[in-house]
């Protein structure tokens, strides 16, 4: 009685969120893999099924194979930029939890992981601009030549990496600050009786016992980083004037795909691709997990 | 860099005084991380300072933070030029109306799944789980499409489509209820005749106040600086959100470095001084993303 009772209310309570998840999630996941295997062009009539064609096409297609590894090189690049950057930083600032400006030093470098990203990146446009930026500047005052940062594919490609990982940092630190407050005090007071200096128990006892957060951390990052748009668009704008045609990224690509040529089947097989990856680099966490709790 | 790990309360053990090495250490860390922490935020400094500025100023080297002769013609002309305000607005409701969607959603859903034990319940959090890990813009385009039969694209309904549910939402309250809100606590007031509803609303909301100003934080700025989901779903200049609106202003031709850094500064100033204020729910909502379970 008591039962049926709790049932009937777990369902209703549960009826309406679920209606909306099936409506703006599931179903268009579903779609995506369904259009994926569809000739569907918003211009002609038939939309026929095509197998696995529009695959076929994309590992031909140029375009599409240049996104690909602009993105892999962003996604890495901020990868091994923001780890151990993030790692070193959260040391320090979890050595000086007890200071004063321990609040300071975790806003500041958390403050560009909450602002927009919009003019986030325009202020760093400003930074890269090859004329009237600061970076350029600095550079000829110690008498390297100023580049044109924003109009080289592979300058503006690093720029976009500086970009992302100046934002994906204050994330890594803040995880990597959870991580240090529950590593147990024991082993390090017995490192300290044993002599192991501060940078010897930072390499053989933090870093090894923070794996699990490193990986977790480096999959969260390199997620994004092959989700990477906004900061393209801005930043990579050509001379034209046209947004993010100079280094192109898979969901710019995708996006021109389908609202610029049309061809929405082919623009979510696309997302299937990115779709892959994603699956692939959490399935590659969980398999590392796994293997470290059976050992 | 040396002493990185030293616990922080072995310093600070009274009678025991530091040592004149370990205070330098200290010292040196300090000044790493003050530089560091002003290196972070200068390239936003910058930015402001820029948007007051004369454009003599501007370009003057080095760089001024505090303008010799702060003027507002940039903000002026911005807002002559730009409907700023209107999409700052546009911005704010969709935050807040997303805000409140995904709380609402989250709440109740994480809570069920969290206290009722039925094999159903356990299938849906199976389909919550697995659908939390695509991101949203592999689905985006057929949401696209979605929002257009329904008519609602260029408003704050298509731009809503996109941002009702959080799954990451779900998963922390339902977290958070299995270890802070015990059985029996909630037996005892099914005992006393106390309906499902009233101990919804009476005993299990009011102990995830955390959790939920969290939440409540975390989706208003995840819809605050949403871009992807918007450019595709506004194209009319009246419609779109502050992100979309600086993004699209600033590959204008025309557009000078001035006028772009005030657009820039009346976006950037209002949500940092939010997260400043803000700082503790923000860090908890985030550092909870990275320990569950």
Not at chain 1, 185 to 201: V, W
Not at chain 1, 267 to 277: D, F, G, Q, T, W
Not at chain 2, 178 to 197: M, Q, T
Request: proline residues 5%; positive net charge.
């Amino acid at each position: 009685m008591l039962r049926t009772k709790k049932w009937r209310f777990a369902i209703l309570a549960i009826l309406p969120t679920l209606a909306i998840f099936a409506w703006v999630r599931m179903f268009p996941i579903w779609e995506t893999l369904r259009l994926s295997l569809h000739r569907w062009d918003i211009l002609s009539r038939d939309k026929p099924f095509i197998g696995l064609e529009n695959f076929r096409e994309l590992f031909q297609d140029q375009l599409f194979l240049n996104a690909l590894v602009n993105t892999t090189i962003i996604a890495f690049g901020v990868l091994f930029v923001t780890i151990p950057a993030a790692l070193v930083i959260a040391a320090l600032i979890y050595h000086r939890t007890r200071s004063r400006f321990a609040g300071f030093y975790e806003t500041t470098v958390f403050i560009p992981h909450i602002v927009s990203l919009v003019p986030a990146a325009m202020a760093w446009k400003w930074i890269f601009d090859a004329n009237l930026g600061p970076l350029n500047a600095v550079l000829e005052f110690f008498g390297i030549p100023g580049q044109a940062w924003l109009f080289d594919p592979v300058l503006s490609v690093i720029c976009i990496i500086i970009l992302c990982s100046w934002q994906a940092l204050g994330y890594a630190v803040l995880i990597y600050l959870v991580g240090f407050k529950n590593l147990p005090h024991t082993l390090f007071e017995a490192a300290k009786l044993d002599g192991a200096s501060g940078i010897q128990r930072f390499f053989f006892i933090s870093v090894p016992l923070l794996r699990p957060i490193t990986l977790y951390v480096s999959v969260v990052t390199l997620i994004s980083g092959f989700n990477v748009y906004a900061q393209a668009f801005v930043l990579a704008s050509d001379s034209q004037g046209a947004p993010g045609r100079l280094v192109r990224v898979l969901v710019l690509d995708m996006l021109e795909n389908a609202f610029r040529n049309y061809r929405v089947g082919y623009a979510a097989s696309e997302a299937v691709i990115l779709l892959c990856i994603v699956l692939v680099l959490t399935l590659v966490q969980f398999g590392l997990l796994r293997e470290k709790w059976n050992r | 860099m040396s002493d990185a790990d030293q616990k922080p309360a072995a310093e600070t053990v009274p009678g025991l005084g530091m040592t004149a090495r370990a205070r330098l250490t200290n010292l040196t860390i300090d000044i790493v991380l003050f530089v560091f922490g002003i290196l972070m935020v200068l390239p936003l400094v910058l930015l402001v300072a820029n948007a007051f500025k004369t454009p003599q100023e501007m370009v003057a080297w080095p760089p001024t933070i505090i303008p010799a002769d702060p003027t507002l013609d940039n903000f002026r002309s911005v807002l002559g030029e730009t409907p700023l305000l209107r999409w700052i607005w546009t911005s704010l409701r969709f935050a807040f109306l997303s805000m409140v969607a995904i709380v609402i959603t989250s709440s109740i859903v994480g809570y069920v799944l969290a206290k009722f034990q039925f094999r159903t319940l356990e299938v849906i959090f199976i389909l919550i789980l697995a659908t939390a890990i695509v991101p949203f813009e592999v689905y985006m385009i057929p949401l696209y499409f979605q929002a257009q039969s329904l008519g609602i694209l260029n408003s704050i309904w298509g731009l809503l489509l996109g941002y009702l549910v959080m799954s990451f939402g779900i998963f922390l309250i339902r977290q958070n209820v299995k270890h802070s809100i015990p059985d029996e606590l909630l037996e005892a007031a099914r005992i006393d005749g106390a309906g499902e509803l009233w101990i919804f609303a009476r005993i299990v909301l009011p102990l995830l106040r955390g959790p939920l100003g969290a939440l409540a934080v975390l989706s208003f700025f995840q819809a605050w600086t949403a871009f992807a989901w918007p450019i595709i779903v506004t194209t009319s200049r009246d419609a779109y959100t502050i992100e979309v609106g600086l993004a699209l202003f600033q590959t204008g031709f025309t557009v000078d470095l001035g006028r772009l850094s005030a657009a820039a500064a009346a976006v950037l100033v209002p949500s940092v001084t939010i997260f400043v204020i803000l700082r503790r729910n923000f860090v908890q909502g985030i550092a909870s993303t990275g320990v569950k379970e």
